[in-house]
């Protein structure tokens, strides 16, 4: 009767003893602390200055497709059908072109995006998880991803901004 006594209370200590751990769970703005970083406004500069070189070629292409269509439909009807056709192939291929400097444009766009933000994105993650090390939280989760934050989570944008030695 007593090994069984016993037995039951070996049994129940690991649940009273994780019933008994606390969890600590951290919430964190990780767009205001981008939005806070330099480093974020330059690369958002760059960005925006890759971006306008490729509006401007972009508006020259629609310039010169423009000015192919309007020679297009300005053609008098004794124009030979080969030149009609030239034309319009010329118009395609312009168009075609167009499309395909439209793909490449965002690609490239999205890719040095990536390249630049990648870097700050792991200096903001390093400082979260030195925080999350020193706070022994048990998990740290993005704060808007939330529906609802209880009282017991513990927002640590501004200890991460201290961190990153923002204001």
Do not use: C, H, W
Request: glycine letters at 4%; zero cysteines; proline letters at 3%.
């Amino acid at each position: 009767m007593l090994k069984k006594i016993i037995l039951a209370v070996a049994l129940m200590l690991p649940a009273f003893a994780f019933a008994q751990s606390t969890v600590k769970i951290g919430v964190v703005d990780t767009n205001t602390l981008l939005q806070a970083m330099p480093e974020t406004s330059a690369a958002q500069t760059k960005l925006a200055d890759v971006s306008k070189k490729y509006e401007e070629t972009y508006n020259k292409l629609i310039e010169e497709y423009k000015r192919l269509a309007e020679e297009f439909q300005s053609m008098k009807e004794d124009t030979p059908a080969a030149i009609k056709e030239k034309n319009a192939r010329d118009l395609a291929d312009k168009q075609t072109r167009i499309q395909q400097f439209e793909q490449q444009a965002q690609e490239d766009l999205g890719k040095q995006q990536n390249e630049l933000m990648a870097p700050i994105m792991q200096k903001v993650k390093s400082a979260i998880e030195a925080i999350g090390a020193e706070g022994k939280f048990t998990v740290i989760s993005e704060k808007p991803a939330f529906i609802y934050i209880g009282s017991d989570a513990v927002d640590i944008t501004n200890d991460v901004k201290n961190r990153l030695g923002l204001k």
